[in-house]
């Protein structure tokens, strides 16, 4: 499903806030929460409200073409690549954000890990990553033929902790634990 827990969303927008980035890339934007709230809390609290006022550059990345032509995602993101996040991401430049929810589960694990790395590569401030963590979240149900949206691999909290995040919070969901975390640099 294009969506994530609710509970990521206030520690992810807190973060937003103190990164206060002027460039946001957003991996697997789904239905687009990260690019709405980020235009939410930084452009409508600074008095920017009409887009032609707008100063955040937002990117977005979600291979599911047909995400990207829902109504509102080409109002909140400034560029949409509809694109394997991997081979996206390699073609990309850095950002003052880069945040990645939800997202590396989907892809087999070798190309998981890659698309971590090169999201933390790209991130000049900060990375916000939040994965689900164990065998539970495999064979997920998916309701609608997207064919990126399946599981394909499991990551573990000991993955997470080696690679010493700023912030580390695990959420209980009826399929097990979700891990959100913050790498700042």
Same mark, same amino acid.
């Given at each position: 499903?294009?969506?994530?827990?609710?509970?990521? /969303?206030?520690?992810?927008? %807190?973060?937003?806030? $103190?990164? !206060?980035? @002027?460039?946001?890339?957003?991996?697997?934007?789904?239905?687009?929460?990260?690019?709405? #709230?980020?235009?939410?809390? =930084?452009?409508?609290? $600074?008095?920017?409200?009409? !887009?032609?006022?707008?100063?955040?550059?937002?990117?977005?990345?979600?291979?599911?073409?047909? =995400?990207?032509? =829902?109504?509102?995602?080409?109002?909140?993101?400034?560029?949409?690549?509809?694109?394997?996040? *991997?081979?996206?991401?390699? @073609?990309?430049?850095?950002?003052? &954000?880069?945040?990645?929810?939800?997202?590396? %589960?989907?892809?087999?694990? @070798?190309?998981?890990?890659? #698309?971590?790395?090169?999201?933390?590569?790209?991130?000049?401030?900060?990375?916000?990553?939040?994965?689900?963590?164990?065998?539970?979240?495999?064979?997920?149900?998916?309701?609608?033929?997207?064919?990126?949206?399946?599981?394909?691999?499991?990551?573990? &909290?000991?993955? /997470?902790?080696?690679?010493?995040?700023?912030? *580390?919070?695990?959420? $209980? %969901?009826?399929?097990? #634990?979700?891990? #959100?975390?913050?790498?700042?640099?």
């Amino acid at each position: 499903m294009p969506s994530s827990t609710p509970r990521i /969303i206030t520690p992810i927008v %807190e973060k937003i806030l $103190q990164v !206060k980035p @002027k460039t946001i890339l957003d991996i697997g934007f789904g239905y687009g929460k990260w690019g709405y #709230l980020s235009r939410e809390y =930084l452009e409508s609290w $600074q008095g920017r409200i009409e !887009k032609r006022e707008w100063k955040i550059k937002i990117t977005g990345i979600d291979a599911y073409e047909p =995400l990207s032509k =829902l109504g509102w995602i080409n109002i909140f993101y400034d560029k949409i690549i509809t694109e394997d996040a *991997l081979k996206a991401i390699k @073609k990309l430049g850095n950002y003052d &954000l880069v945040i990645a929810t939800d997202i590396l %589960e989907h892809l087999e694990k @070798k190309a998981s890990v890659e #698309l971590f790395n090169e999201c933390y590569k790209r991130a000049n401030k900060s990375f916000i990553v939040s994965v689900p963590l164990g065998e539970g979240w495999l064979n997920n149900y998916v309701p609608y033929e997207n064919k990126y949206d399946k599981h394909r691999c499991v990551w573990y &909290l000991e993955e /997470i902790k080696e690679r010493r995040p700023n912030y *580390l919070k695990l959420i $209980q %969901e009826p399929k097990g #634990l979700v891990a #959100l975390a913050f790498f700042d640099k």
